[in-house]
């Protein structure tokens, strides 16, 4: 079974301050993907990466940086947090494109920024 | 600009009913397409999936229908169960493009027993 795992279930932090979410994936995907989702808005896309160290931007990219040191490993990094990035974020992961774009999601990390 | 959108936020079903949940893209590039499942405080995962060189396809009792034509989509339970109940997300990818989805804004269906 594929398994996604993301650093925390729940994270409250302060305006202004640096936040990392960490994720690992177990299934040596090469596509990895950050979401965040909002009522009425669906999931969207903050930042992609299909290989180490390569990234590309998504639908709201604004605010937010990622890093992929790893292949199992990408992180996503609000530089300075604010109330407007309170959210559900979901991290996911798929191999690489054959046709098929099942993605396969972590359990999320509910961020509220005070 | 929302490219796939679900335009029923909610949708309550008697047990043993069918279920019908809809979805409308506008991108005409999308050629394949996925139904996502989601119980709070959990990940989404996926469901059933279909191309666009197909109209149906049918997994046990779940069955997506695509209508290029209309660019519609539409996803069936049938019988619904209580367990179904969760929030249904579907998403669209251009296999001629990059590896990502994009995503509705979702339906919560609740079944009711």
């Known amino acids: 079974d594929v398994k996604v795992t993301q650093s925390s279930r729940y994270l409250v932090k302060r305006t202004g301050e640096k936040v990392f979410l960490e994720c690992v994936q177990d299934?040596?995907?090469?596509?990895m993907f950050w979401y965040r989702q909002d009522p009425g808005l669906g999931l969207r896309l903050i930042y992609f990466?299909?290989?180490?160290?390569?990234?590309e931007k998504g639908d709201i990219p604004e605010g937010y940086s990622v890093s992929r040191e790893k292949k199992e490993r990408f992180s996503l990094i609000l530089e300075s947090a604010s109330t407007n990035q309170t959210s559900m974020y979901l991290c996911?992961?798929?191999?690489?494109?054959?046709?098929?774009?099942?993605?396969?999601f972590g359990p999320g990390t509910r961020l509220t920024v005070t | 600009d929302q490219q796939v959108k679900q335009n029923s936020p909610s949708l309550s079903v008697q047990e043993g009913r069918i279920s019908i949940l809809n979805c409308d893209y506008t991108?005409?590039?999308?050629?394949?397409f996925l139904w996502y499942k989601k119980y709070p405080a959990e990940g989404p995962t996926f469901l059933i999936s279909i191309s666009s060189i197909k109209d149906k396809n049918e997994d046990g009792r779940f069955t997506v229908f695509l209508n290029k034509s209309a660019k519609h989509l539409s996803l069936h339970i049938v019988p619904s169960q209580p367990g179904d109940s969760a929030v249904y997300f579907c998403?669209?990818?251009?296999?001629?493009?990059?590896?990502?989805?994009?995503f509705g804004t979702g339906t919560r269906l609740t079944v009711i027993p």
């Open positions: 990466s299909y290989d180490v160290k390569m990234k």
């Open positions: 299934m040596d995907h090469e596509n």
């Open positions: 998403a669209a990818s251009a296999l001629t493009g990059a590896n990502n989805l994009f």
């Open positions: 991108n005409s590039m999308f050629d394949y």
């Open positions: 996911a992961s798929s191999p690489p494109r054959e046709g098929v774009d099942e993605q396969y």
